[in-house]
């Protein structure tokens, strides 16, 4: 007589063993990062051409963007360089996230009409800041 194990079994087998392997690497991983609780939204309004912001801890900028007559959009991280560039597609919103380590200065630079909104999103006990 040989032993055949349901699919029932096999299932309640697998996921225990990738139950054990998810609390396994959360021992660990040791006690979690800080969150990014600290959040700055500026916009919709660009008074200048450069929106800069920059943060005593590692932080996120998010920005969701139209712009109108060919504008364009370049991002620059101090110590890392820019990136060229973008383009609009005229009256549609577009995305973009992008990062950096503690320290830097984040620059985006317009050409032509923007509007939207711009979020760093950092350490709740950061010195953070975007001005333009």
């Known amino acids: 007589m040989t032993f055949k194990p ?3 079994f096999l299932t ?7 139950i054990f392997a998810i609390v396994v690497v959360d021992i660990s991983r040791g006690p979690s990062e800080k969150a990014f609780s600290k959040i700055i939204t500026v916009g919709p309004v ?6 800069s912001c920059t943060s005593d801890a590692d932080f996120i900028v998010h920005g969701v963007l139209r712009g109108l007559e060919g504008a364009q ?6 110590n890392f360089g820019s990136q060229s ?3 609009f597609e005229e009256g549609k919103m577009e995305s973009f996230s992008v990062g950096s380590p503690a320290g830097n200065v984040m ?4 050409t032509g009409t ?3 909104w711009i979020t760093l999103q950092t350490t709740s006990d950061a010195i ?5």
Request: charged share 5%.
């Open 6 to 8: 349901s699919s029932i």
């Open 12 to 18: 309640v087998v697998s996921a225990a063993i990738i």
């Open 46 to 51: 660009w008074p200048t051409n450069t929106w």
């Open 73 to 78: 959009l370049s991002i620059a991280v101090s």
């Open 85 to 87: 560039l973008y383009t």
């Open 107 to 110: 620059s985006i630079t317009r």
């Open 114 to 116: 923007v509007t939207g």
């Open 128 to 132: 953070a800041r975007c001005t333009s």
